[in-house]
């Protein structure tokens, strides 16, 4: 079907030498003959950056990036409105699109920068979400014949590596180019066929193995590689959660959270199941509140014991900007296997770590990684006057603000307690697929309950759909503090 009018009206916001491209269903491409050269594509090539290290007389070459060559007739340029030049891909259940900016006379304000590289997930199951990540050692590069995208793995995150670092396979390649029309509007005006698949770090050259001269000769560093590891600190971006199966020999299993730098309010937190009938056994929440950055670290530790149930450390605040916790919790008891689901979530955090203690008598079994967490406070649910504040003022009364939540496979988080200066009392109800539910906490006088969301087995498990969350109560703490917290995520257990 041709849709001359909208097309008419996509390419005149690019410069009148751009001429007339034939609709062909709803993709533009180019006339025989007749196509504008920055746009008209060629073909796409992927390659495995790598850097040779002599030792003795032998040859350690380690992979260093990925590079995407998006290559076209002519070299690229916006002569009117942004143009993104895009690589699309598949990795295990993940859709994903990579985008370098290339800004022209017509370009708005608020486009990407000239250059910008930004990797963004199509769908939840990728675990660096669907709203796009940026980094600053991630480059474009126009040459002759097309534009040079290049990942440095030393910049990903364990995170980013699951997807694109070396033995990951880039799968069903495509490229295309396309004009920005908006925010979230982009109009394809070439594009290629899906390609073949890629698998990172394949293409280096095979090491040449040191025969003399090796002794005393240090080999260089290996490259980054995905993967959850014992000792090894797994890094995220943004808010996210790991879920694993872990086996101990020994009575305990533990785990530091880290960050370097994030802006409360803020939430650790941990749920364990039976490794065989995922049967919800326990779980640890640690908030900070208020509104202020902490640095130079956020650190915390939890112990997982025999039950297997969770043990919270003793957590010290110190200089208002660390938080180191007590290195002697733990539980005697036998060999035991769990499943777990560690998450963090903060107003602004950048790059976090979970590290799995490096003890040999713990195995990581399997393990998942997503970005669905949300974290929402009194403002969140107060009045318009009060959204200025991370928490709402003191006082200020939750009206009831609606927060929807979409889940694709298992709602976990809680409604919690933060201040308990004053009783008050707060009401949560909760628009559920399967009807309303509503939950009243309890604030001071030292009673106090919290509204869960734990299960993935049995009645109480919340499933895939549509939730929405409504909170009313007596207000904010003293401050500015919130006196409630509602944090939830979309996760899913090692099957």
Same mark, same amino acid.
């Given at each position: ?14 410069? &009148? ?66 143009? %993104? ?54 480059? !474009? ?33 495509? /490229? ?9 509007? /982009? ?18 050259? &095979? ?46 299993? #533990? ?30 929440? %640690?908030?900070?509140?208020? !509104? ?14 025999? /039950? ?107 409604? !919690? ?41 049995? #009645? ?14 007596? #207000?904010?703490?003293?401050? #500015?503090? &919130?006196?409630?917290? %509602? ?9």
């Amino acid at each position: 079907m041709r849709r001359v009018a909208a097309v008419a009206a996509a390419l005149s916001l690019l410069c &009148a030498a751009l001429p007339a491209f034939a609709i062909v269903s709803d993709q533009v491409v180019d006339h025989a003959g007749d196509s504008y050269g920055p746009a008209d594509l060629l073909g796409v090539s992927l390659a495995t950056a790598f850097e040779e290290t002599q030792v003795g007389d032998g040859v350690v070459r380690t992979p260093t990036a990925l590079t995407i060559h998006i290559r076209t007739s002519a070299q690229p340029r916006a002569d009117g409105p942004t143009l %993104l030049y895009r690589l699309r891909f598949e990795s295990d259940d993940c859709s994903s699109i990579i985008d370098a900016a290339v800004r022209g006379p017509a370009s708005s304000p608020t486009d990407p920068a000239m250059g910008e590289v930004r990797w963004r997930g199509l769908s939840n199951t990728c675990p660096q979400g669907n709203s796009g990540v940026t980094d600053s050692e991630w480059t !474009s590069t126009i040459v002759s014949d097309g534009l040079v995208v290049a990942l440095p793995f030393e910049s990903m995150t364990s995170q980013d590596l699951e997807i694109l670092g070396p033995g990951r396979v880039i799968g069903n390649p495509s /490229a295309s180019v396309r004009v920005l029309m908006g925010p979230s509007s /982009a109009l394809a005006l070439d594009e290629t066929a899906q390609g073949a698949d890629f698998e990172v770090g394949s293409d280096v050259p &095979a090491d040449v193995p040191c025969t003399e001269g090796c002794e005393g000769a240090s080999p260089p560093p290996p490259a980054p590689m995905p993967g959850l590891q014992r000792g090894t600190p797994y890094e995220m971006r943004g808010p996210g959660w790991i879920s694993m199966e872990v086996q101990s020999d020994g009575p305990d299993v #533990g785990f530091v959270f880290h960050t370097d730098r994030a802006e409360a309010p803020m939430q650790v937190s941990g749920f364990s199941y039976t490794s065989d009938t995922e049967e919800f056994t326990g779980s640890f929440t %640690l908030g900070l509140y208020g !509104s202020s950055f902490y640095e130079p670290t956020f650190e915390s530790r939890a112990v997982v014991a025999d /039950a297997p149930v969770f043990e919270e450390g003793l957590y010290t605040r110190t200089h208002g900007s660390e938080f180191t916790s007590d290195p002697s919790m733990g539980a005697g008891g036998e060999p035991f296997t769990t499943k777990l689901v560690m998450s963090m979530t903060a107003a602004r955090l950048s790059r976090w770590t979970l590290l799995v203690e490096d003890d040999p008598g713990i195995h990581i079994l399997d393990y998942e990684v997503g970005s669905d967490v949300r974290l929402y406070v009194n403002k969140d649910f107060s009045a318009a006057a009060n959204a200025s504040s991370d928490a709402g003022v003191a006082g200020a009364a939750l009206v009831g603000g609606e927060k929807r939540f979409e889940v694709d496979d298992t709602l976990l988080g809680a409604f !919690s307690p933060v201040s308990t200066l004053g009783a008050r009392a707060y009401d949560l109800s909760v628009s559920t697929p399967e009807g309303d539910q509503d939950c009243e906490l309890k604030v001071g006088g030292g009673a106090e309950e919290s509204c869960s969301f734990s299960d993935f087995t049995g #009645g109480l498990r919340y499933g895939p759909g549509s939730y929405t969350f409504k909170a009313t109560g007596a #207000g904010a703490g003293p401050f #500015g503090w &919130a006196n409630v917290m %509602l944090f939830v995520m979309d996760a899913r257990l090692p099957r």
